[in-house]
């Protein structure tokens, strides 16, 4: 079965602060895929960023990185110097070569505070 | 690069009547396109999968008789919610993988929502 968790419901935290995200996955699959999405107020979602279960070298993008840890299933996002702008709802979600749907985990509101 | 969108945006509409949703692939083909439900402060969750000239897959608990899936061609999807009634308000979104590419579930592109509201 196919499972993602965000434990985090709710953050706050006040501008230029780092904060990190955290992401717990589960699946049987050798090959998968990861992602994180940014949900603001619109409810648009915006692709933050994809890995394959191969690839696990950590990423970093401005103010944005990833930790991707196979060893703990884990997924995590950290904002550095966090902005205003970066208030919304994140996700973090589950693909794999057995279907292409989604696995959404319940997501974590971040405020950012100024 | 690639776009998904959705028609309409918003809606409002009384209880009973039905409600159709539009999910087209504007500059790729999709031979799947999966539909999820957004009830407010909660994840995404997935209702059904649409796949072109066959019949919609759903999800365990959605009514298939209520959520009318059709995927008449290759970038086009529709959901109809029949009889909607206020329960049924919620945020739709839909996603399409471009076929061209392989594996295409690493090219899932989502469209921007619908909001349904019941009244």
């Known amino acids: 079965a196919q499972k993602v968790t965000q434990a985090q419901t709710e953050i706050s935290v006040v501008e230029k602060e780092d904060v990190t995200l955290d992401c717990v996955y589960e699946?049987?699959?050798?090959?998968?895929?990861l992602f994180w999405y940014k949900q603001p107020p619109s409810g648009e979602l915006v692709f933050l960023i994809r890995r394959n279960s191969f690839d696990e070298q950590n990423e970093i993008s401005g103010r944005y990185s990833w930790n991707f840890q196979k060893s703990t299933s884990s997924f995590n996002f950290t904002i550095t110097a966090s902005q205003v702008v970066d208030s919304a709802v994140y996700f973090c979600a589950l693909s794999s070569n057995t279907g292409n749907q989604f696995y959404f985990g319940t997501g974590t509101s971040l405020t950012v505070i100024p | 690069g690639a776009v998904v969108s959705q028609h309409p945006s918003w809606v409002i509409c009384k209880s009973g009547t039905s409600v159709k949703i539009e999910c087209r692939s504007l500059?790729?083909?999709?031979?799947?396109m999966f539909w999820y439900r957004q009830f407010p402060k909660q994840s995404l969750m997935l209702m059904a999968t649409?796949?072109?000239?066959?019949?919609?897959?759903?999800e365990q608990g959605v009514e298939k008789d209520k959520f009318l899936i059709n995927h008449a061609s290759l970038t086009l999807s529709t959901l109809t919610v029949t009889s909607a009634h206020p329960e049924d308000s919620s945020f739709y979104i839909c996603?399409?993988?471009?076929?061209?590419?392989?594996?295409?579930?690493?090219?899932?592109?989502f469209g921007p929502g619908t909001r349904l509201t019941v009244l």
């Open positions: 649409s796949n072109e000239g066959s019949k919609a897959t759903y």
């Open positions: 996603s399409a993988g471009d076929r061209a590419l392989t594996p295409s579930t690493d090219t899932q592109y």
């Open positions: 699946t049987r699959d050798t090959t998968y895929y």
């Open positions: 500059d790729f083909q999709a031979t799947t």
